[in-house]
């Protein structure tokens, strides 16, 4: 063998450290320590870092993509927060996410429960906390374990759980608080603000423990709420029905004019991604219509990019697209939202608010 070493165009001297987390540090201090590791970590890091970015810049315009289970799974309040916080400009999300944020504004609450039969709840730390209908239920398929639960009149997302009877209160919300201001052809954003006004308003009135939430937050603070695939929802299917027998309607085309003006007018622009599907393609594509592209993007998502899926394209295969500049800054962090997310803003959140100290 040869004792000289290759040329090197690709390798550069940086040797991997090893995390070493402590008693007592900060969300900020471990992010550090992630950096210094690779795979998942060295990409939170990134995340991380980008998100900073755009969250920092006054003159950068945050688009703020949010699917999945995030409301019911306890990421409400964490949304809330960087709307209050001036950190959102602009809010898409789905039906779901708005359906179960209202339930939570005007009293409703979703509940520890458990995925399977042979699934613990929060808190079960052994044979000995085990429920004492457990030993009744022995054998219990995952199939009779929902036939159960549907019996009870409790719907499952994983292992939260979700009485029916809060989808009544919401009915009567929306039939008695929302839809009767809006008789008449209105925008899907023009409800989302609607829907905000009224649940802030019956949280007050009715005094309700939990804050009113995250369409509650958008209105109070004037950021636009979009939600394209609104009728995939119990919010839709309500606002269906009552437009069956009323004037109100929606009209599903103009929030792409207001979306698309946003992201027009941005001196710069950054895209902040959880989950895929709709609310991710929606915040993307808005750069097809625009002279540049997003400077920053980052997303967290467990779908994996090998299928072609969109949920799991990379922010490089949108670089092809010319949704982000060529010279952007993007991160993909694939794992648990419920895990990532409140990581990384609590970093993010660390590293401006310290500096501002």
Not at 255 to 263: E, I, P
Request: charged share 25%; glycine share 10%.
């Amino acid at each position: 063998m040869s004792d000289e070493t290759p040329a090197r165009e690709e390798f550069s001297h940086d040797p991997i450290g090893h995390a070493r987390p402590r008693a007592g540090m900060t969300v900020g201090e471990l992010a550090e320590e992630y950096g210094r590791a690779g795979v998942g970590a060295a990409d939170l890091h990134r995340a991380i870092g980008i998100t900073t970015s755009m969250f920092e810049e006054e003159e950068t315009r945050v688009f703020f993509g949010l699917a999945g289970a995030m409301v019911p799974t306890g990421m409400r309040q964490l949304v809330v927060d960087l709307i209050r916080d001036g950190y959102v400009d602009a809010l898409v999300t789905t039906g779901a996410n708005l359906t179960h944020d209202a339930i939570e504004g005007i009293g409703g609450k979703h509940h520890h429960g458990r995925a399977g039969p042979n699934d613990r709840r929060v808190g079960d730390s052994g044979a000995g906390d085990v429920d004492d209908h457990d030993h009744e239920r022995g054998g219990e398929t995952l199939r009779e374990h929902d036939e159960r639960l549907r019996d009870e009149w409790v719907d499952r997302i994983y292992n939260v759980y979700l009485p029916q009877e809060h989808f009544t209160l919401l009915e009567e919300h929306l039939r008695e608080e929302v839809f009767p201001e809006l008789e008449r052809t209105v925008t899907i954003r023009e409800l989302t603000a609607e829907l905000g006004r009224a649940t802030a308003e019956v949280n007050d009135r009715e005094g309700v423990e939990e804050d009113a939430g995250i369409a509650a937050a958008a209105f109070e603070e004037d950021v636009p709420i979009y939600c394209p695939a609104i009728q995939d929802s119990v919010l839709g299917l309500q606002a269906w029905i009552y437009s069956q027998t009323s004037a109100f309607s929606l009209d599903a085309l103009s929030d792409m004019t207001h979306l698309n003006d946003l992201a027009y007018e941005a001196e710069r622009a950054g895209a902040f991604v959880v989950g895929g599907g709709v609310p991710k393609n929606y915040v993307l594509q808005t750069m097809l219509v625009t002279p540049t592209a997003y400077d920053y993007a980052v997303q967290l998502t467990m779908d994996s990019p090998s299928t072609g899926g969109l949920s799991g394209a990379t922010l490089d295969e949108a670089r092809s697209w010319g949704k982000i500049e060529k010279a952007g800054e993007n991160a993909s962090v694939y794992a648990d939202a419920t895990i990532t997310l409140p990581l990384v803003v609590a970093a993010a959140r660390e590293r401006i608010e310290g500096r501002d100290q």
